[in-house]
Every structure is written in structure tokens, then in C-alpha cells.
Nanobody
Framework: QVHLVESGGGSVQAGGSLRLSCVAS????????MAWFRQAPGKQREGVAS???????SAAESVKGRFTISYDNAKNTLTLQMDSLKPEDTAMYYC???????????????????WGQGTQVTVSA
């Protein structure tokens, strides 16, 4: 059974950067789809970025050019580099894994079955 633990969240000013990590155990997560989601208070959880087993990345329009998803094979760790942060990026961030895909991975919440506990990101103006 896969176990996911996120870290790296914190409080930054607008324009700043954070790097989130998701350490996986119990399963090599690169065998399937890997993704980052976020959920702001009062809003639905939304996909931020995903990556398939071929390491093809996808990103939501709202974060393209600012966020970069990557995977460290040696550490079985998924990362999210977040640059040029905006107040609207404030949310709890979650990593998730799902079934493998021959195409770019979905960023629909229902596609993913394993989730971490989340790490809070707060961006002040």
C-alpha cells in the first residue's frame, strides 16, 4: 500500500518561491500517474500538475510557466517547484497517485486513489 508524505509548505510573500516534496513508500509511484492538487477554503480540490510514467508533465493554465513538477527516481519523491507565487495560490497542497496512462495524466480528482495528508501554502500580498 502506497504511503505519501508531503512537506515544504510555508508562508511567503507574493513573488516568492516554495518547493514541495512528496515522499512515497510502499510503491514506486512513477509506475503510474503522479499529481499535485490544491484546495483553498470553501473551494473544490483542483489539479495543479501531473506527470505520467514517461515523465510527461501537465499543468493547469493558472500555474503554467510558474510551477514545475518533477520526480526523483532515486528517492521515489515527487516535487513541485513553485515560483512567482500569488495570493490566489494559497491552499492546502496534496500529492496523489493513480493508474498508469499512455497519454498525459488526468488532473481529475476522481482518477487518483492514494493521497497524502497535505501541506499548507500561504501567500501574502
Amino acid at each position: 500500500q502506497v504511503h505519501l508524505v508531503e512537506s515544504g509548505g510555508g508562508s511567503v510573500q507574493a513573488g516568492g518561491s516554495l518547493r514541495l516534496s512528496c515522499v512515497a513508500s510502499g510503491y514506486i509511484i512513477s509506475r503510474g500517474c503522479m499529481a499535485w492538487f490544491r484546495q483553498a477554503p470553501g473551494k473544490q480540490r483542483e489539479g495543479v500538475a501531473s506527470m505520467n510514467r514517461h515523465m510527461w508533465p501537465s499543468a493547469a493554465e493558472s500555474v503554467k510557466g510558474r510551477f514545475t513538477i518533477s520526480y526523483d527516481n532515486a528517492k521515489n519523491t515527487l516535487t513541485l517547484q513553485m515560483d512567482s507565487l500569488k495570493p490566489e495560490d494559497t491552499a492546502m497542497y496534496y500529492c496523489a497517485t493513480g493508474p498508469s496512462s499512455v497519454n498525459y495524466c488526468s488532473m481529475a480528482r476522481s482518477y487518483y486513489g492514494a493521497w497524502g495528508q497535505g501541506t499548507q501554502v500561504t501567500v501574502s500580498a
